[in-house]
């Protein structure tokens, strides 16, 4: 029993692992067209993006190291 509840959330990690670096790649693609444009940029929302974007990368390393430490185990 308590190998398929271990299962299910490595399913669900695996899950959000896929969610969270597709977010992180639409996010740099924002940012890179926002940076090389013409347009006025407003940097404030261009913080709030890189902000976000520094935060996915972290949660995407800890999903990382959770699946590594689940398999180790």
Request: aromatic share 6%.
């Given at each position: ?44 929302h ?28």
């Amino acid at each position: 029993m308590y190998d398929f509840f271990l299962m299910e959330d490595q399913e669900e990690l695996r899950v959000k692992l896929a969610e969270y670096r597709s977010e992180h790649q639409a996010l740099d693609e924002v940012i890179q067209r926002a940076s090389e444009g013409d347009k006025p940029v407003n940097l404030l929302h261009l913080q709030q993006l890189k902000k976000k974007k520094l935060w996915l990368k972290d949660m995407i390393q800890k999903i990382q190291s959770d699946l590594i430490d689940d398999i180790i185990a």
